[in-house]
């Protein structure tokens, strides 16, 4: 997907591939612990919604200890995470969109299956 004509139209883009529902987050396929099960009344927001516009960035001094588990329970991908923090440029060279820009619409470039691949994102994250 071509990103940049999204940031540039500055207009609230969201991902048509990965909607902000419990069904991104939960499989109702798995039977779910108390815990898990109040996933469901996860609002989504964007950053604004939360912290209020330009009060917040993609990343400022990116440090092992940013990552904070809340209610993810996935200690292991947190960790992954945090361990690539140990060489901050790593986590800058993932973002091909470094700026937070009113589109919400942002770049990564990751690794699958040992070639490069671009993936585009909203910024809607599910919010307790």
């Given at each position: 997907?071509?990103?940049?004509?999204?940031v540039?139209?500055?207009?609230?883009?969201?991902?048509?591939?990965?909607r902000?529902?419990?069904?991104?987050?939960?499989?109702?396929?798995?039977?779910?612990?108390?815990?898990?099960?109040?996933?469901?009344?996860?609002?989504?927001?964007r950053?604004?919604?939360?912290?209020?516009?330009?009060?917040?960035?993609?990343?400022?001094?990116?440090?092992?200890?940013d990552?904070?588990?809340?209610?993810?329970?996935?200690?292991?991908?947190?960790?992954?995470?945090?361990?690539?923090?140990?060489?901050?440029?790593?986590?800058?060279?993932?973002?091909?969109?470094q700026?937070?820009?009113?589109?919400?619409?942002?770049?990564?470039?990751?690794?699958?299956?040992?070639?490069?691949?671009?993936?585009?994102?909203?910024?809607m994250?599910?919010?307790?």
């Amino acid at each position: 997907m071509e990103w940049k004509p999204i940031v540039e139209a500055g207009k609230p883009w969201t991902d048509p591939n990965f909607r902000a529902n419990k069904n991104a987050i939960l499989d109702p396929m798995i039977r779910r612990e108390k815990r898990i099960k109040n996933w469901e009344n996860f609002v989504w927001k964007r950053p604004s919604e939360v912290y209020g516009r330009g009060n917040f960035k993609v990343f400022n001094d990116i440090k092992p200890d940013d990552i904070k588990q809340g209610h993810c329970g996935d200690c292991y991908f947190l960790s992954c995470l945090s361990s690539i923090a140990e060489h901050p440029q790593r986590i800058k060279d993932i973002f091909l969109t470094q700026d937070v820009n009113d589109a919400g619409c942002y770049a990564v470039k990751i690794w699958v299956d040992g070639q490069p691949r671009e993936v585009v994102v909203d910024d809607m994250f599910p919010y307790d």
